[in-house]
């Protein structure tokens, strides 16, 4: 008796997996634009990134499945002092700034305002996430929505960012490299097809 009671419990349980599944898949990809920033005192200098950039890194996430989402988990700035040995040596102890992106529609729309980064490293990473203002991540976000789903505007190439500033002490001299790296999440939704 326990051994029909038993087999009837599997076969329930197989015929209840029988049916198709549908899964998520959450892989993600990191890209970054880059601005090379060599200025006496106030700054402003684009970090843009390429559209075929993100479109190739979602071809390259070779997921099967229809794209539902597109999500920011991260924003950073990467700092590299005296990145460009041909300009004179970085003498600014800190920075002030604020990062932009521009949407489809050329407004301009803030991504975190009037950050201080002090300079005493040669490398560092500063991760932006808990500056971050709603305005410019919902335009992000839409941008990465429009270029997964193949819906940018014609003309459209870039991502434009731009990253302003100013030096302290003031008038000192920055020479650095800043990568705007952004990591992007991708929702699939995906049909696994029962027994």
Known sequence: MKKIIFNIVITALLLAGCGDKEIYLYPSFTESGTAFVHHEGAFAESADIDVREIQDAIKDLDTDGEITDVMVEGIF????????????????????????????????????????????????????????KK?????????????????VPHGKNQISIRIEGNTFPNSTFINAKMDVRIKVVVEYKDEVKGL
């Open 77 to 132: 700035l990467d700092v590299a002092l005296n990145a460009t040995p041909e300009q004179p040596a970085n003498t600014a102890e800190e920075v002030v700034s604020s990062i932009f992106i521009t949407g489809w529609d050329n407004t301009e729309y803030i991504l975190v305002e009037n950050l201080t980064i002090s300079l005493n490293a040669t490398t560092q990473s500063v991760n932006l996430n808990q500056y971050l």
């Open 135 to 151: 305005p410019g991540v919902d335009q992000l976000r839409n941008i990465l929505k429009a270029i997964a789903y193949n819906t």
